[in-house]
C-alpha cells in the first residue's frame, strides 16, 4: 500500500531556530510537495519537487528552502523559525503530475 | 488565474439526510479534478479523479459528478462516520500542471 510518512507529528520549536521536517514516500513517485494547510485558507504549496535535486518553488516560498537528495525524501527547512510559521505542514507525492497525491499525516509545528 | 470554490464551508446532517457538495472552478481547461476526504488530524485521503463533463465515479455512498464548470459530492444516506472535510483540486491544462486546492467543506453527520 502507498505510503507517505512524515518524521514527526507534533514539534515545538523557538523562533528563530533552524527546523527540519523530512518526509519519505515508498512508491518511487516522482513528484513530491510540501503544503502547509491553515485554517480558512486551506492548503498552500510551498515547493515542489519532480526529481532527485530539482525544485521549483509554489505559492508561498518565503521562509523556506527545500533539498531532495534522493528520490524518496524530500525535506522542508525552515532556516529561521517565526511565529508565523506555527501550521499543519503536509507533505505529498504523486506517481505522475496528472495523478492524485497520496499525504502523509501532517507535522504541527508550533513555533514559540 | 485558476481558482476552486467549495461550498457550503460547513454542512451538519442528520444520518440518513442526503446531500451534495459542491466544487466550481475558474481554469483556462481542465484536465483532472480530483476529490479527498480529511479526517481531523489526519492528511487527505484520495477519493476519485474526474477528467471529462459527463463522467461519475462512485464509492459507497459517494457518487461525484463534473460539469464544464463544477464538480459535485453527492453523499447519500450519509452515516456520523462521513463526517471529515472534502477538499476538491483542480488540474488545468498547460503550466504546471500543480493542482490548486479549494478550502473544503466540512461535513458533521449526527446519529
Known amino acids: 500500500d502507498v505510503k507517505v510518512t512524515q518524521s514527526s507529528r507534533y514539534l515545538v520549536k523557538r523562533t528563530g531556530e533552524k527546523v527540519f521536517l523530512e518526509c519519505v514516500q515508498d512508491?518511487?513517485?516522482?513528484?513530491m510537495f510540501w503544503y502547509r494547510q491553515d485554517p480558512g485558507l486551506g492548503l498552500r504549496l510551498i515547493y515542489f519537487s519532480y526529481d532527485v535535486k530539482m525544485k521549483e518553488k509554489g505559492d508561498i516560498p518565503e521562509g523556506y528552502s527545500v533539498s531532495r537528495e534522493k528520490k524518496e525524501r524530500f525535506s522542508l527547512i525552515l532556516e529561521s523559525a517565526s511565529t508565523n510559521q506555527t501550521s499543519m505542514y503536509l507533505c505529498?507525492?504523486?506517481?505522475?503530475?496528472?495523478?492524485?497525491?497520496?499525504f502523509g499525516d501532517g507535522t504541527r509545528l508550533s513555533i514559540l | 488565474e485558476d481558482q476552486v470554490t467549495q461550498s457550503p464551508e460547513a454542512l451538519r446532517l442528520q444520518e440518513g439526510e442526503s446531500s451534495s457538495l459542491n466544487c466550481s472552478y475558474t481554469?483556462?481547461?481542465?484536465?483532472?479534478l480530483f476529490w479527498y476526504r480529511q479526517d481531523p488530524g489526519k492528511g487527505p485521503e484520495f477519493l476519485f479523479t474526474l477528467y471529462s463533463a459527463g463522467e461519475e465515479k462512485e464509492k459507497e455512498r459517494l457518487k461525484a459528478t463534473l460539469t464544464k464548470k463544477e464538480s459535485f459530492l453527492h453523499i447519500t444516506a450519509p452515516k456520523p462516520e462521513d463526517s471529515a472535510t472534502y477538499l476538491c483540486a483542480v488540474q488545468a491544462q498547460g503550466g504546471s500542471y500543480i493542482p490548486t486546492f479549494g478550502r473544503g467543506t466540512s461535513l458533521i453527520v449526527h446519529p
Open positions: 481554469v483556462s481547461g481542465l484536465r483532472g
Open positions: 512508491m518511487d513517485h516522482e513528484n
Open positions: 505529498a507525492s504523486s506517481f505522475e503530475f496528472n495523478q492524485p497525491q497520496h
